[in-house]
Structure formats: structure tokens, C-alpha cells
């Protein structure tokens, strides 16, 4: 019922910037959580950034002072804005989203949504 809808990946060389969007069907903003994860090595996802419906943040270490996750409900839209870009960066980047107070600002417990995910390639 949910649906999550990734753009804005692409190829960018390192230091370069990229801004992803996430555009949500159904009223997945009335929900408590919304993030940017990316696939592992260990073909794992990990938490990029979250930020749940009162405005509450978490970053992974690597993207802190980095990246800016942000919500436009008029849009029903969720950005990640990346700059300083590192091939460590290099990822296939999923939208996820949680309707469940426990997920708190994402990477607690698995979402309960996920989007299909976007390549981001940076180049050294």
C-alpha cells in the first residue's frame, strides 16, 4: 500500500554534490520515521540518516557534517542532500519508512517500507 520512489543518483566525481529524493504515495509523512539507507559490502543495509515526524535526526558517523536529510510534506517528499562526496560514498541508496514508534529516527529496527533503491557513484 505504501510506495517509495527513489531519484537523484547518478554518477559525480569525489567532493561533488548530489541531492536523492524520495517521493512517498499514501500518507507515509503521517508516520513516525522516514531515512536514507544504503547497501553494505556484506550486502547489509545501513542507516544514512533518519528523522521522524517531530523533526528528530540520526546520522551515521560518515555522513555527519556531510549530508542534510530534510522533509517537505507539502510534497510528500523526503531529500537527502549529500556534498563532500567520497568513493567510500559509492552505494545503491534506499528510501525507507516506519509507521512504528519504535523505529525512533531510523536504524533501531528494519523499516517497515522501503523504496527500490538509487545508484550513487563517486569517482576518485
Known amino acids: 500500500q505504501v510506495q517509495l520512489v527513489e531519484s537523484g543518483g547518478g554518477l559525480v566525481q569525489a567532493g561533488g554534490s548530489l541531492r536523492l529524493s524520495c517521493a512517498a504515495s499514501g500518507s507515509i509523512f503521517s508516520f513516525h520515521a522516514m531515512g536514507w539507507y544504503r547497501q553494505t559490502p556484506g550486502n547489509q543495509r545501513a542507516l544514512v540518516a533518519g528523522?521522524?515526524?517531530?523533526?528528530?535526526?540520526n546520522y551515521a558517523d560518515s555522513a555527519k557534517g556531510r549530508f542534510t536529510i530534510s522533509r517537505d510534506n507539502a510534497k510528500n517528499t523526503v531529500y537527502l542532500q549529500m556534498s563532500s562526496l567520497k568513493p567510500e560514498d559509492t552505494s545503491v541508496y534506499y528510501c525507507a519508512a516506519d509507521y512504528r514508534q519504535a523505529a525512533q529516527a531510523m536504524g533501531v529496527i528494519p523499516p517497515a517500507y522501503w523504496g527500490q533503491g538509487t545508484q550513487v557513484t563517486v569517482s576518485s
Open positions: 528523522i521522524t515526524s517531530t523533526g528528530i535526526t
